[in-house]
């Protein structure tokens, strides 16, 4: 007889949901999406550094993975799943707003941003951090992944993984002024 633990059960559960969204049960995908919340919410946030790009990420997410879930071939990946589509949402908000920048630019508004590294802390440490840095960091601290579902999710090696986690380190100490 097989003893159940409350993880397991949880696990268990979660892809019951799965299961169930993926045959159509609204209430299942947004339950799915209801416990992934606040995940979703920290990788945009440090992925996009603004609330309103953030939340449009999310919500392309969304509407992406309820399109998609029947292509989910595992259902334990879930969760891996949804952020690789809000990773992919996000890049592709960055690389539009990088593309306006450049537009404006063009046409004589010159963009003028202020950095002032005056009582920094972590959090606008991570968001100075190259858009490959800032996500390795994000998902593997914020979010607990391995640097292999980190490398799952973006498609990249596991060794490129560590390397940018090492990198993003020893940036993040320099910008902090850590010693280390």
């Given at each position: 007889m097989k003893?159940?633990?409350m993880?397991?059960l949880r696990?268990n559960q979660?892809?019951?949901l799965?299961?169930l969204?993926k045959?159509?049960?609204k209430d299942a995908?947004?339950s799915?999406?209801?416990?992934?919340?606040?995940?979703?919410?920290r990788?945009?946030?440090?992925?996009l550094?603004n609330e309103?790009?953030?939340?449009d990420?999310?919500q392309?997410t969304?509407l992406?993975?309820y399109?998609?879930?029947g292509?989910?071939?595992?259902?334990?990946?879930?969760k891996?799943?949804l952020?690789?589509?809000?990773i992919?949402?996000?890049?592709?908000?960055?690389?539009?707003?990088k593309?306006?920048?450049?537009?404006?630019?063009?046409h004589?508004?010159?963009?003028?941003?202020?950095?002032t590294y005056?009582?920094?802390?972590?959090?606008a440490?991570?968001?100075?951090?190259?858009?490959?840095?800032?996500?390795?960091?994000?998902?593997?601290y914020?979010e607990?992944l391995?640097?292999?579902?980190i490398?799952?999710i973006?498609n990249?090696?596991?060794?490129?993984?560590?390397?940018?986690?090492?990198t993003?380190?020893?940036?993040?100490?320099?910008i902090?002024?850590l010693e280390g």
């Amino acid at each position: 007889m097989k003893i159940l633990t409350m993880k397991s059960l949880r696990i268990n559960q979660k892809h019951d949901l799965v299961a169930l969204a993926k045959k159509g049960e609204k209430d299942a995908f947004i339950s799915l999406i209801q416990q992934n919340k606040v995940n979703l919410y920290r990788v945009a946030k440090a992925m996009l550094h603004n609330e309103t790009d953030a939340e449009d990420a999310i919500q392309m997410t969304i509407l992406k993975a309820y399109e998609k879930l029947g292509g989910l071939r595992k259902n334990k990946y879930f969760k891996t799943w949804l952020i690789r589509i809000l990773i992919n949402e996000c890049n592709k908000a960055i690389k539009d707003r990088k593309q306006i920048a450049v537009l404006d630019y063009q046409h004589g508004n010159h963009l003028i941003s202020e950095d002032t590294y005056e009582n920094i802390d972590l959090q606008a440490a991570i968001h100075s951090l190259k858009a490959e840095l800032r996500g390795v960091t994000v998902l593997f601290y914020y979010e607990d992944l391995t640097t292999k579902e980190i490398g799952n999710i973006l498609n990249i090696p596991e060794g490129t993984v560590r390397s940018r986690l090492s990198t993003a380190r020893g940036q993040l100490k320099k910008i902090l002024k850590l010693e280390g």
